[in-house]
């Protein structure tokens, strides 16, 4: 009896979705992932909440019971970190910055 409950569980979590990579599209509702679905600004966390804007693409974690989504990449967009080196250019002239620091 006690395997059989082992077996049971076992195959439970196995099979269980405990998280789930998803890909959605920024609105002002929320993050569209299908055409039924949009999941609310309430429900989405992460450092990259605030840097979204309407129309980027996103991938998102969603943690077990759907409850909460975790944006980790805002996808199409570079990441500009220290030491990147940048290039501008503006009427015909070109400038290069190294990013010496980031502050928020």
């Known amino acids: ?8 569980i076992q195959n439970y979590l196995n099979n269980a979705k405990l ?10 509702e929320g993050i569209k992932v299908s055409d039924k679905l949009t999941i609310p600004n309430e429900l989405i966390r992460g450092n990259l ?11 998102l974690i969603r943690n077990h ?3 909460e989504f975790f944006i980790i990449e ?10 990147t080196t940048i290039i501008l250019s503006k009427d015909g002239q070109t400038y ?7 502050k928020l």
């Open 49 to 59: 909440k605030e840097f979204v804007k309407p129309g980027d693409k996103v991938r």
């Open 19 to 28: 998280s789930c990579l998803m890909v959605g599209t920024v609105s002002d």
């Open 96 to 102: 290069e910055y190294k990013v010496e620091d980031v």
């Open 65 to 67: 019971g759907g409850q």
């Open 74 to 83: 805002i996808i199409g967009r570079p990441l500009i970190t220290m030491g």
């Open 1 to 8: 009896m006690i395997n059989e409950i082992k077996t049971i």
